[in-house]
């Protein structure tokens, strides 16, 4: 036990060690940011605490260090004055303010064995904020402005959608952003017409075949892409999505019959035991002593199965309206099975195993259709559509 609690110590020590270390190899590195992260983590948990000391020592060197170098950064961005740079001064910026926000609770910080409290010295950078963000809105509205309207292709539309969605995120209500985001959002959706088609020779259930082109059940519109199964007349669609069935077999009815014999001992009752002299045998006690009877019993189990089997094969075929060309096809099939059992005897049912008594509880039921069994393989035939929708692309 008093090893056991040494090690405790020892092992937290350890950690703690570790810790230090890393945040050491982060600044040595030049990875200020995470170096200045580890030490405002473990000072966060207790700034007094004597393990962590060092990590005060390693938060005043990193944010120094960090500081300078950014504030060059800036300035060499600045001097070369390119209008491409305004985001990565404004996020410069943003960064050293929210170190010193991260800093300043935990302030004063003693540093014991030099007898001082660490320096930190912070500067206001709000206004510079405020004009690069200023800058940078105009710089990203002019640009994304343009893009969207001499788009080329829907990814160009997308970008500037992009654009303006980060510009909302950091000014937002920026002149009319939320307007433009609308339009490059509706300019840069693929509509995808859906059809379902029957070159079988069998009739695909209307209920199968309504519910095959309700995608709103599917879940599969993404912020890129809308599957409209109902062409609406205004919409110019950019793609074709076929569902086509190209092979419906149905299995005959089968009704097939299996005999089984079982045959089992039971208790039958019971005797007295007896001497060799025909005397009652008593136990102990003074009670007669019972010996169990047992007999054979026999039954006849007749099982009748009902099969029918139903299998659904085909294609989802994706085409591209523009080129008029085949995109992709992809393989599509389903089975569904139905199976009833049902059994009567002949005989005495305590000769049966458990696994067949259930049976004789079941009648023989109706087979389905032909357009239910297809119905219920069309079940499965969504899922498998489904999967086939999530994992294709466009582009």
């Given at each position: 036990m008093k090893k056991m609690i040494l090690l405790v110590p020892i092992l937290v020590l350890l950690i703690a060690c570790g810790g230090v270390k890393k945040t050491q190899k982060a600044l040595n590195a030049g990875d200020y940011s995470n170096a200045i992260n580890n030490a405002l983590q473990n000072l966060a948990e207790n700034k007094t605490k004597k393990s962590h000391q060092p990590y005060i020592v390693l938060l005043e060197d990193a944010?120094?260090?960090?500081?300078?170098?950014?504030?060059?950064?800036?300035?060499?961005?600045?001097?070369?004055?390119?209008e491409a740079s305004y985001e990565d001064i404004y996020k410069s910026y943003v960064s050293l303010r929210d170190i010193q926000e991260r800093i300043r609770p935990?302030?004063?910080?003693?540093?014991?064995?030099?007898?001082?409290?660490?320096?930190?010295?912070?500067?206001?950078?709000?206004?510079?904020?405020?004009?690069?963000?200023?800058d940078l809105s105009e710089y990203l509205f002019d640009n994304a402005e343009d893009l969207l309207t001499n788009a080329v292709t829907k990814r160009d539309y997308r970008k500037a959608y992009n654009d303006f969605v980060y510009l909302e995120e950091?000014?937002?209500?920026?002149?009319?952003?939320?307007?433009?985001?609308?339009?490059?959002?509706?300019?840069?959706?693929?509509?995808?017409?859906?059809?379902?088609?029957?070159?079988?020779?069998?009739?695909?259930?209307?209920?199968?075949?309504?519910?095959?082109l309700n995608f709103n059940t599917f879940g599969l519109d993404d912020l890129w892409t809308k599957y409209h199964s109902n062409p609406v007349s205004n919409i110019k669609y950019d793609y074709g999505?076929?569902?086509?069935?190209?092979?419906?077999?149905?299995?005959?009815?089968?009704?097939?019959?299996?005999?089984?014999?079982?045959e089992k001992q039971i208790k039958d009752g019971y005797?007295?035991?007896?001497?060799?002299?025909?005397?009652?045998?008593?136990?102990?006690?003074?009670?007669?002593?019972?010996?169990d009877k047992f007999k054979t019993v026999r039954c006849r189990f007749n099982q009748f199965t009902q099969f029918k089997?139903?299998?659904?094969?085909?294609?989802?075929?994706?085409?591209?309206?523009?080129?008029?060309?085949?995109?992709?096809?992809?393989?599509?099939?389903?089975?569904?099975?139905?199976?009833?059992?049902?059994?009567n005897i002949d005989g005495d049912k305590r000769a049966l195993d458990n696994d067949l008594r259930?049976?004789?509880?079941?009648?023989?039921?109706?087979?389905?259709?032909?357009?239910?069994?297809?119905?219920?393989?069309?079940?499965?035939?969504?899922?498998?559509?489904?999967?086939?929708?999530?994992?294709?692309?466009?582009?």
């Open positions: 944010f120094k260090k960090n500081t300078e170098r950014e504030l060059k950064y800036i300035a060499f961005l600045e001097k070369d004055g390119n935990l302030l004063p910080l003693r540093i014991t064995e030099e007898n001082r409290d660490a320096e930190f010295s912070f500067s206001n950078y709000e206004n510079d904020i405020i004009d690069y963000k200023e950091i000014n937002p209500g920026f002149e009319d952003t939320r307007q433009k985001i609308e339009e490059a959002h509706e300019k840069g959706i693929d509509y995808v017409e859906v059809q379902v088609l029957n070159n079988s020779n069998q009739i695909i259930p209307v209920r199968l075949s309504e519910e095959l999505m076929q569902v086509s069935f190209n092979q419906i077999d149905i299995s005959p009815e089968q009704l097939s019959e299996k005999e089984i014999i079982r005797k007295y035991a007896t001497d060799s002299n025909g005397n009652v045998v008593k136990d102990s006690l003074g009670n007669k002593i019972k010996i089997s139903a299998r659904v094969a085909g294609n989802v075929i994706y085409l591209d309206f523009k080129t008029k060309q085949q995109l992709n096809s992809y393989p599509l099939a389903s089975e569904f099975i139905f199976e009833h059992i049902y059994a259930p049976y004789l509880d079941q009648v023989a039921i109706p087979f389905p259709t032909n357009e239910q069994m297809v119905y219920d393989a069309g079940e499965d035939l969504k899922a498998r559509i489904k999967s086939i929708v999530g994992r294709h692309r466009f582009n």
